[in-house]
């Protein structure tokens, strides 16, 4: 899972951070100042996400200091929002500006469109208690046990996964899942799928629920 160690000076909104980023599966390290944050860096980290105005100092004069150790991403957040401001953080060498307020699914789009970009493989593995999920080389581990998933309840999982928290309506996966030679799943089928999927991964699967957790995914099912 990527690792990233996010700087703000603004204690609630540091540890508001923190808790979204962990319940996402990321690792989180934390700061609240510049000189916090080089005692952080000696570590491996996929991104940080840094507050322009710190304490101790500009995060854009220090960002081009930290550029000749590291190219690790950096997103700036910051409540600086005039189009001079941001063009200054991108010069200084930010790989992305986001501004105070801020919506939190936007936020983490962000942050994942930021670590695909640079190349970050952890950024395509989702973990969660003890449940793995790589993307890339399609592949389910809970435990010490790789589950064995057909083409389609991949797509249903990998779904899952990427709506975390959302309602997904029996409309929005029939429009989305396909089988191997892209026919129409119907209905029916697939509801035996979510079925099969449930019973790989769920400890009580028979349990009716209209939101339903799986090892921390927290998917939602709406019935209709």
Known sequence: MARILVVEDDEIL???????LTREGYQVKTAGSLSG?????????????????????????????????SQVPVIFLTARNTEKDMI??????????????????LFLRRIQAVLNRSGNRDGQVYCNGSLRYDFAGKELV????????????????????NNRRQVLTREMLLARVWDDKENYVEEKAL?????????????????????????????KWEEQ
């Open 142 to 161: 809970i435990g010490e046990t790789r589950v064995a998933l057909t083409p389609t309840e991949l797509r249903l999982l990998e779904l899952f996964l």
């Open 88 to 105: 200054a953080g991108f010069d200084a060498g930010a790989d992305d500006y986001i501004t105070k307020p801020f919506s939190v699914p």
């Open 37 to 69: 944050m080089r005692g952080q860096l000696e570590g491996v980290l996929d991104l940080v996400i840094l507050d322009v105005s710190l304490p101790d100092g500009d995060s854009r004069d220090f960002l081009p200091c930290l550029r000749k150790e």
């Open 191 to 219: 509801a035996v799928n979510i079925r099969r999927l449930r019973e790989k991964i769920e400890e009580d699967p028979g349990k009716p629920c209209r939101i339903k957790t799986v090892f921390g995914i927290g998917y």
């Open 14 to 20: 540091r540890n508001g951070i923190a808790f979204a």
